[in-house]
């Protein structure tokens, strides 16, 4: 049997993972100013907040087209490859994971088990990088979606983000319509619960709601029973990633912190500057 990995651009993955034989990244496009952008492809972070700034119109994102994600696993299983760990961005967020589970029974000439990552990112990206680790020693796909399930079941990931209204327009806030007359001259903590984006605490500025999470992650790597992997993610902020991570480094001697970033689809919908703290099982 010989398994291959597919997930999406908005996993956080090094250049050594991206060029990995055995993986395939499905690119999720953005529009801007009526124009597509796949997401990997077309743009990258470095360049899109520049656009994003001088868009005339709110950015969008969309769904990959079901015929090309369709023929990228045919061409997989052409390759010889009999069975597919397909691992996406949370359901909370986009549609496309839960799309992918209804269609997977019937595409034909390969097994497509298609993963519900309820995060994106970093955290994301380790689970795309475990899931490669195992296919590569042989692991069945029950004993990989274990796993998986496992890092799942112990990622938490918390957000400030600098314009709230950003997130409510987009959708992505979970009761966001409710919440926002009462946030706007705050700076909230947010946190991905059950793969929605939801308000975690009401926070008067961007300091004090900056110094709650690193009390939240200093809390978790203290009191953790498992090893854990811990990341600061940021949204074209990386002089204030750099410091937060020095800070925690302080606190927790020990700690093992990665810095990464926002890619263009995540970016659309938290906004520049945004910094997230999470933390996943290893």
Not at 86 to 107: A, D, R, T
Not at 177 to 184: C, D, F, S, V
Not at 243 to 255: N, T, Y
């Amino acid at each position: 049997m010989k398994t291959a990995v597919v997930t999406d651009s908005t996993a956080y993955l090094t250049e050594e993972l991206k060029n990995h034989p055995d993986l395939f990244i499905i690119p999720i496009p953005v529009i801007l100013d009526g124009k597509i952008y796949n997401e990997g492809v077309d743009i990258e972070a470095n360049d899109y907040y520049d656009l994003l700034n001088n868009s005339k119109e709110f950015p969008t994102t969309s769904q990959p087209s079901v015929g090309e994600v369709l023929e990228l696993f045919q061409s997989i299983a052409k390759q010889g490859y009999t069975q597919v760990v397909s691992i996406h961005l949370s359901s909370g967020i986009s549609g496309f994971v839960n799309n992918l589970i209804s269609m997977s029974p019937g595409i034909e000439g390969i097994e497509v088990r298609a993963f519900d990552s309820l995060i994106t990112s970093m955290p994301m990206g380790y689970m795309v990088q475990s899931a490669l680790e195992m296919a590569g020693s042989g692991s069945s796909l029950d004993e990989i979606f274990a796993k998986l399930m496992l890092i799942r079941d112990h990622t938490e990931a918390f957000l400030v983000v600098q314009d709230l209204n950003i997130l409510v327009r987009g959708g992505r806030l979970k009761n966001g319509a409710a919440l926002i007359a009462g946030l706007l001259k705050i700076k909230p903590v947010l946190k991905f619960d059950e793969g929605n984006i939801v308000l975690s605490e009401k926070i008067r500025s961007t300091k004090k709601a900056l110094g709650r999470v690193e009390d939240l992650m200093a809390k978790k790597h203290k009191k953790s029973k498992v090893d854990m992997q811990f990341f600061i993610i940021h949204a074209n902020n990386l002089a204030v990633a750099e410091l937060e991570k020095l800070e925690m480094e302080e606190r927790c001697p020990g700690i093992n912190i990665e810095i990464g970033h926002f890619g263009p689809v995540i970016g659309t919908h938290l906004g520049e500057k945004a910094i997230a703290f999470a933390w996943c099982a290893k």
